[in-house]
């Protein structure tokens, strides 16, 4: 797969357009690349659709919700780091991003997987084709709004570019998250739960396992 380079200009623009119009010819490739996938499917799916600033641990938080819950786990900052070598998270870019992330998704849910997808997902227009997939199969859909205070997810941010911790593909910086701070959360509205990543993570993740347990 040839990765996009910024400062193509025009060919960038195309290829990301390619990228976002027929995201259905990436998607096994991309999931055989990308996502983390139990052998077995669960058997009773659902989407479970994590939301949340950079900096603030959605990642660390969705492997943990996936190893609980039996589920596939999709990271959109994965598959970006494989289609961009140096991402801008443009608008256009990131319909390119949750186009693919809905084909693979549409994929697993079609085998019965529960899948967590791992996105910052805040503007409703970026969850809308995952959700849309999920209803369309009559799959339960539980969202989750992953929080950290201020202090931490700077100091996430900040050791990230003294060091990338393994299994961490996302490319935001300072000022990607204060950007994406500065723009209103769009909340769904079905509702959401909120897990606030900190000393008592364990308990947020028993929490979050038992309310989509009960939903699927």
Do not use: W
Request: charged share 25%; proline share 5%.
């Amino acid at each position: 797969m040839t990765k996009i380079r910024r400062g193509s200009g025009a060919a960038t623009a195309a290829q990301t357009r390619a990228y976002a119009m027929r995201p259905e010819m990436l998607a096994s490739q991309l999931r055989a690349e990308i996502a983390t996938v139990p052998a077995t499917p669960h058997g009773r799916p659902a989407l479970i659709v994590v939301m949340g600033l950079p900096g603030v641990g959605k990642s660390h938080c969705a492997r943990l919700l996936s190893g609980r819950l039996g589920a596939a786990h999709v990271a959109s900052d994965e598959l970006r780091s494989r289609l961009f070598i140096a991402p801008s998270y443009a608008d256009e870019e990131n319909r390119a991003i949750f186009a693919a992330v809905t084909a693979i998704l549409d994929n697993l849910l079609s085998e019965g997987h529960r899948v967590v997808v791992d996105a910052t997902n805040l503007i409703a227009r970026n969850r809308a084709g995952t959700v849309a997939v999920a209803r369309s199969r009559g799959v339960p859909v539980v969202y989750v709004r992953v929080t950290a205070s201020d202090e931490d997810a700077r100091a996430r941010l900040a050791s990230r570019r003294a060091g990338r911790a393994t299994g961490d593909h996302s490319e935001a910086d300072e000022s990607i998250y204060e950007r994406m701070r500065a723009q209103p959360f769009e909340p769904p509205q079905e509702g959401f739960l909120e897990l606030v990543n900190g000393p008592d993570l364990a308990n947020e993740i028993d929490r979050i396992v038992s309310a989509v347990e009960a939903a699927s």
